[in-house]
């Protein structure tokens, strides 16, 4: 059965400190893909990145970075510089190769930047 | 760029009433989904749709119904609401196809069951 734990709950930070919000996915198939949402304060679900099971480059956006590694199956998060807009709950995801898009979310992780 | 919109955005019923949350998107895409979140979790998919008249059962979808007449519309039906479908409820579209595109989600709809 496919699987995304994301273990920390909470994490509070102070502005400017970098964190990295880990994820960690469980699936038999060879072909899959790996998302990552922010949900902020209003409750909207905003797309960051997506990434398929054969592309294991990092991925750079500004303050946000992505390591991916398949021998761990992690696929985790590190914003650089933290700011209070940062604050917001982030949800690793993982679809499947059936071609129907469905994903399956980890539980979240809450960030809260203090100013 | 409306996207996919979800009304009502909330919505109180009481035990046993039925209701149905609307959905719809103008990006012309074929794939549609239902999710529920539950306080403190993550989103359970409870029914998707491949393309009109093409709906399949996520991973919750006791208590719920739906329907895809057309492309654009997605409704997701409640028959007798219980204290345990108390819920924030999101759809979303996406391409999808082989690639798996990234879905777009509504602003959601918060349903309380009293």
């Known amino acids: 059965a496919q699987k995304v734990t994301q273990a920390q709950t909470e994490i509070s930070v102070v502005e400017k400190e970098d964190v990295t919000l880990d994820c960690v996915y469980e699936t038999r198939d060879t072909t899959y893909y790996l998302f990552w949402y922010k949900q902020p304060p209003s409750g909207e679900l905003v797309f960051l990145i997506r990434r398929n099971s054969f592309d294991e480059q990092n991925e750079i956006s500004g303050r946000y970075s992505w390591n991916f590694q398949k021998s761990t199956s992690s696929f985790n998060f590190t914003i650089t510089a933290s700011q209070v807009v940062d604050s917001a709950v982030y949800f690793c995801?993982?679809?499947?190769?059936?071609?129907?898009?469905?994903?399956?979310f980890g539980q979240g992780t809450t960030l809260q930047v203090k100013p | 760029n409306a996207g996919v919109t979800q009304t009502p955005k909330f919505r109180i019923l009481k035990i046993g009433q039925s209701m149905t949350l609307q959905c719809a998107q103008d990006m012309n895409h074929n794939y549609m989904y239902w999710y529920r979140q539950d306080p403190g979790m993550g989103l359970k998919l409870i029914y998707y749709?491949?393309?009109?008249?093409?709906?399949d059962k996520g991973e919750v979808p006791n208590g719920y119904n739906v329907s895809r007449s057309t492309t654009e519309d997605f409704p997701l039906r409640l028959e007798l609401a219980a204290p345990s479908q108390t819920s924030v409820y999101f759809c979303a579209s996406s391409t999808a196809g082989y690639s798996n595109q990234p879905q777009h989600f509504g602003d959601g709809t918060r349903l309380s069951i009293l």
């Open positions: 995801a993982l679809s499947d190769s059936s071609n129907t898009g469905k994903l399956i």
């Open positions: 749709s491949v393309g009109a008249g093409i709906t």
